[in-house]
C-alpha cells in the first residue's frame, strides 16, 4: 500500500495534464495495472471454507461425541454408538448450509456488464470491466453500465439511471464534469468520461462491502437451541461426575471396581447419561425441518439462501417495501392523454410520434410509440434532446404535416411558465393547463405536457424557451403496479403484520402508489427532514407508513429503528440501494428483477418476480415454527428426565438405569421417528413469541415425572420388593417404563389428533410391542421380558407417570391455549 501512495499523486497529475481526445496509452495503461490501479474488487467473505468447516465441527459438543464413540469402540461396545449418525448429521447439514450462503455472497457483483468500452491511443476499444484503470475515458452510450466512477467529460443528452443505486426512478441528466456513478445505467444520450476512482474505492463497491460481511439470519427456533446446549455445556461435567461415582460406589467402591474390571461397564454408564442430555435429534431435525420446507418454496419459484429463513416470515409483524420494483414493475407506461386547447392544434398526433421515435428520446418519451405513430411525412429542422435539467424536448418542422413551428414536450411547470412581459397567463390557457396537472399528479400520475409555439425555431446550441407557448394537449404516465400487490397487502393486513413503504421517490408520488394498493395513508413523510436522533426516529418509524426521498443508509437506519422497537422486520427490494438495509433486516426479500448485490444477501428470492408468493412462505414458515416447538417438547423431555436421572441416581449411589443402546431404542421409537413425520406435516397455527418458554414450562415438568417414575421402579427393585432379577431386569423394565411414559407424551404432543397423527402414534405403540418380542431386537438391545413382579411394577410406574403427564398437558393447555 505504502508503493501506490507513493506513485498516485503522480499519476494525477498526469491526468490532469494529458490530453483527453486520445485516451490513455499502453505504457500509461500498463503502469497503473503494475500499481494496483486497475478495477478489481476483492472478493473475500468473512469466513473460508476452512474456518466454515472448523464452526461446524470442532464444537464442544461434537468434541463430546466423539470421544464417546471412540471409547465404545475401544470397549468393544458398537453397538452402543449408534447416536454418532446424528452428529454426523448436525455437522454436514450445518457446513453444506453455511457454505452455500458463504458462495452466494462470494458472487456478489454490482456490475453485470462484462465489457467496458474506453478510449486507448485514439482508439476505441471493449474490455474487461476489470481491465479498466483509473483515468481511463469511458466511451458511454445509451444502454451502457457504468464500470467505474467517473467525471463527464463530453456530454450529448447524457442521463443515467441511478435507481439500483440510490432508488430514486428518475433518470439524472449528467452534463460535462458531473459524476457518474459506477452500477449506474445510461438511459439516453451519450458522453465520454474519466474514471477517478476504480475497484474498491468506487461507490458501488463501497456500497456492496458492508453486504459481503456473512452474518446468519435471526433464527429464534436457532437461538433457542444455541441456549440450551449453552445450559447444558455447564451441566455436562458436573453431571458426569456425579453419574461416575454413583457407578462406581454401586459397584462396590471406586478401588473395588477397578480391580474388578468393572470400571468398563460404569463407564458406559457414565457415556450414557452424558449422550442422554444432548438433544442431537432436535438439531438435526430442526435442520430437516428446515431443508424440506426450503424444497417446497423452491417449487414455488422462492429460492431460500438460508434455511433457517423458512421460519422468518411467520415471525415478522413489520414489512417493509420498496416501492420501485417491488410494488410496482420499476417501468413507466403511457396512461392517456387530456386535451387542453378547445380546437386542438393540428399535428399533434404526429409530433408525439416523432418524439416516440427519436434515436435520443428518454424512457417517458418511448412509452408514447404503442399510440403514436411518424412515418417522417414532416422531417425535422431543428431538435433538442431531452434533459433532465431542462426537463423538456423540443422538434421544429417546417411545413409538411404541421404548420412552420416547434412542438415541446416537458414538465408542465417548467413548459409553461410565462416568460412574457404580461404576466400569467395571457390568454393561452397555461394557468388551467398547470392546474391540471396538479390534480393528475396529486393522483399519483407523472404528467408532460405537449406544448406548440407557431413560427418559432428553437436551436440546438441554444435551448431556450420562447416567450408564449401554447398547451395542447396534457399526456399522463403511470408506474406499472404488480397486478398481485393489492391481494397480498391485503393478506399481510389480515394477518396482523405491519407494513411501511421506503423509497427514493419523492413522498407525494410514493404515498399515490400506496393508495393505490390499498393502503390508508396520507401524505408521505420527506426522509430529508429525518431526525439524527435515534429515539426520535423510532417514534417517527412508529407513526408513518410512506417514506419517500430514503437514502441507502437511512433505510438501514430506519429497520434499526423498528428493530429496536422490539419489531420482527422484513424488508423486500430490487436495488442496490436496498442491500444495506435488507442486510439489516431480520429477513431480506429480493425480486428476481433485483440487481445481483440485492439477490446475494437476500434470505429470498422470488424467482418470477411474483409478490403473491410471500402468503405461501408465510403458511411454509409457521408450519416449521409449529412443527418444531411441537417435537421440541419431545426432545426437550429426553434432555430434562435424562439430567434429573443423571443426577438423582448418582447422588443415591443407584446405577444409571440403561445402556445407551437401550436409549437409542426409546428414543427411535418415543421421539425420533415419530418427530420427523410430525415435523413435517400440516400447520397453520400463528406464530406466538416464545418458543422456548413454552417448550420448557411442559419439558422440564414432563422430564421430572418420568425420572420420578424410573427412581420409583429402581428403588422398588433395591430394597427387596421383588422377585430377586439383576440388573439386566431392572434395565428392562426401566426400557418399557420409559418408552410407555414416551408413547403417552407422544400422544399428548402430537394433539389435536387426526388420522395421519393418531397413524404414527399407533405405529409406535405396535412396533414397541414387535421389538420387545423380537429375539434378534432382545439379543441386540439387550432387553429381556422381567420377572412377573417388576413388570407389573413397570407398568404401574408407566400408568402413573402417563396421568401425571395428562395433568400436566391440562394445567400447560390453561397457561398457553392453543
Known amino acids: 500500500m505504502g508503493e501506490r501512495r507513493r506513485h498516485r499523486p503522480e499519476l494525477l497529475r498526469r491526468r490532469v495534464s494529458g490530453p483527453a481526445a486520445a485516451g490513455l496509452s499502453q505504457g500509461e495503461v500498463a503502469s497503473r495495472m503494475r500499481h494496483g490501479l486497475a478495477n478489481l474488487v476483492p472478493d473475500t467473505t468473512s469466513r473460508s471454507l476452512w474456518e466454515i468447516i472448523r464452526a461446524n465441527v470442532l464444537t464442544l459438543f461434537n468434541a463430546i461425541v466423539v470421544t464417546s464413540f471412540i471409547l465404545l469402540l475401544l470397549l468393544g461396545s458398537w453397538q452402543d454408538a449408534l447416536f454418532g449418525l446424528a452428529a454426523v448429521g448436525n455437522a454436514v447439514i450445518g457446513v453444506v448450509q453455511e457454505y ?105 463497491s463501497k456500497l456492496a462491502a458492508d453486504a459481503k460481511r456473512f452474518s446468519l439470519v435471526n433464527s429464534e427456533i436457532r437461538n433457542s437451541l444455541n441456549r440450551i446446549l449453552g445450559w447444558l455445556t455447564w451441566a455436562l461435567l458436573p453431571v458426569a461426575l456425579i453419574v461416575a461415582n454413583g457407578e462406581m460406589q454401586s459397584r462396590g467402591g471406586w478401588e473395588e471396581a477397578i480391580a474388578s474390571g468393572a470400571w468398563t461397564s460404569a463407564l458406559v454408564g457414565v457415556i450414557a447419561s452424558v449422550i442422554a442430555m444432548v438433544p442431537l435429534g432436535l438439531v438435526l431435525l430442526s435442520s430437516v425441518a428446515f431443508a424440506v420446507g426450503g424444497v417446497r418454496l423452491a417449487g414455488n419459484k422462492v429460492l431460500i ?24 414493475e420499476g417501468r413507466i407506461v403511457f396512461d392517456g392523454v387530456h386535451e387542453l386547447a378547445e380546437h386542438a392544434e393540428p399535428g399533434w398526433e404526429h409530433a408525439l410520434g416523432w418524439f416516440a421515435t427519436d434515436p435520443e428520446a428518454n424512457a417517458t418519451s418511448r412509452c408514447l410509440a404503442a399510440g403514436f405513430e411518424h412515418d417522417g411525412g414532416s422531417p425535422a429542422v431543428s431538435s433538442v434532446p431531452f434533459s433532465s435539467a431542462r426537463k423538456w424536448s423540443s422538434v421544429t418542422f417546417d411545413g409538411g404535416r404541421t404548420r412552420r413551428g416547434t412542438w415541446i414536450l416537458g414538465a408542465p411547470e417548467v413548459v409553461l411558465t410565462d416568460r412574457s412581459a404580461a404576466g400569467p397567463d395571457t390568454g393561452s390557457g397555461t394557468g388551467a393547463a398547470l392546474g391540471m396537472a396538479g390534480r393528475l399528479a396529486a393522483s399519483g400520475l407523472r404528467t408532460v405536457v405537449l406544448a406548440y409555439a407557431d413560427g418559432t425555431t428553437i436551436a440546438a446550441g441554444d435551448a431556450t424557451l420562447p416567450a408564449q407557448v401554447k398547451p395542447v394537449v396534457m399526456l399522463t404516465f403511470r408506474e406499472q403496479i404488480r397486478p398481485d400487490a393489492r391481494q397480498t397487502l391485503a393478506y399481510f393486513r389480515e394477518e396482523g403484520v405491519e407494513l411501511k413503504v421506503i423509497s427514493g421517490d419523492d413522498p407525494r408520488t410514493v404515498a399515490a402508489i400506496a393508495r393505490a394498493v390499498g393502503l390508508v395513508v396520507g401524505d408521505g413523510y420527506d426522509a430529508r427532514h429525518l431526525p439524527a436522533d435515534p429515539g426520535l426516529l423510532e417514534k417517527i418509524m412508529d407513526t408513518n407508513t410512506v417514506f419517500g426521498r430514503v437514502s441507502p443508509e437511512q433505510k438501514k437506519d430506519m429497520v434499526a429503528a423498528l428493530q429496536r422497537r422490539g419489531h420482527t422486520v422484513a424488508m423486500t427490494g430490487d436495488g442496490v440501494n436496498d442491500v444495506l438495509a435488507l442486510k439489516e433486516a431480520d429477513l431480506g426479500i429480493a425480486m428476481n428483477s433485483a440487481a445481483p448485490a440485492t439477490k446475494a444477501v437476500a434470505r429470498l428470492v422470488l424467482l418470477d418476480g411474483r409478490f403473491d408468493r410471500l402468503p405461501g412462505v408465510l403458511a411454509e414458515g ?31 449411589n443407584l446405577q444409571f438405569p440403561f445402556l445407551p443402546r437401550q436409549l437409542s431404542f426409546t428414543d427411535g421409537l418415543t421421539i425420533g421417528i415419530p418427530a420427523f413425520f410430525l415435523a413435517l406435516f400440516a400447520n397453520t397455527r400463528r406464530y406466538r413469541p416464545g418458543f422456548l418458554r413454552r417448550s420448557l414450562s411442559f419439558s422440564v415438568p414432563a422430564g421430572l415425572i418420568v425420572a420420578a417414575s424410573l427412581l420409583g421402579l429402581a428403588v422398588y427393585a433395591n430394597t427387596g420388593g421383588h422377585s430377586g432379577a439383576g440388573p439386566g431386569a431392572l434395565q428392562s423394565a426401566s426400557v418399557l417404563t420409559l418408552a410407555g411414559i414416551g408413547l403417552w407424551i407422544l400422544m399428548v404432543v402430537a394433539r389435536p389428533l387426526d388420522a395421519k397423527k393418531s397413524a404414527v402414534v399407533l405405529a409406535m405403540c405396535a412396533a414397541l410391542l414387535i421389538l420387545v418380542n423380537l429375539p434378534p431386537a432382545q439379543e441386540f438391545f439387550h432387553l429381556a421380558l422381567p420377572p412377573a413382579d417388576m413388570l407389573r411394577a413397570a407398568a404401574a410406574a408407566a400408568v402413573g407417570g402417563g396421568l401425571a403427564i395428562e395433568l400436566l398437558a391440562w394445567i400447560h393447555g390453561r397457561k398457553f391455549p392453543r
Not at 164 to 174: K, M, N, Q
Not at 307 to 328: P, Y
Not at 627 to 632: A, G, K, M
Open 100 to 204: 452455500r450462503a458463504k458462495r452466494s455472497l462470494d458472487r456478489l457483483a454490482v456490475l453485470e456488464a462484462p465489457l467496458a468500452r474506453v478510449l486507448r491511443d485514439s482508439t476505441v476499444q471493449e474490455i474487461a470491466t476489470a481491465d479498466v484503470v483509473l483515468d481511463d475515458v469511458l466511451v458511454l452510450r445509451a444502454g451502457d453500465q457504468v464500470t467505474a466512477d467517473a467525471v463527464v467529460l463530453e456530454s450529448g443528452g447524457l442521463e443515467a439511471d441511478e435507481s439500483l443505486l440510490t432508488g430514486e426512478s428518475d433518470p439524472v441528466d449528467r452534463g460535462t464534469g458531473t459524476e457518474v456513478l459506477s452500477g449506474s445505467i445510461i438511459v439516453a444520450g451519450r458522453g465520454t468520461a474519466r474514471v477517478v476512482r476504480v475497484g474498491a474505492e468506487s461507490f458501488a
Open 305 to 328: 439462501q438460508e434455511l433457517a429463513a423458512v421460519e422468518g416470515l411467520a415471525r415478522v409483524d413489520v414489512l417493509c417495501l420498496d416501492k420501485t420494483g417491488t410494488l410496482t
Open 622 to 652: 409457521r408450519r416449521v415454527i409449529a412443527n418444531v416447538e411441537r417435537v421440541s417438547k419431545l426432545f426437550l423431555s429426553k434432555t430434562a428426565y435424562s439430567v434429573a436421572i443423571a443426577v438423582t441416581f448418582g447422588l443415591l
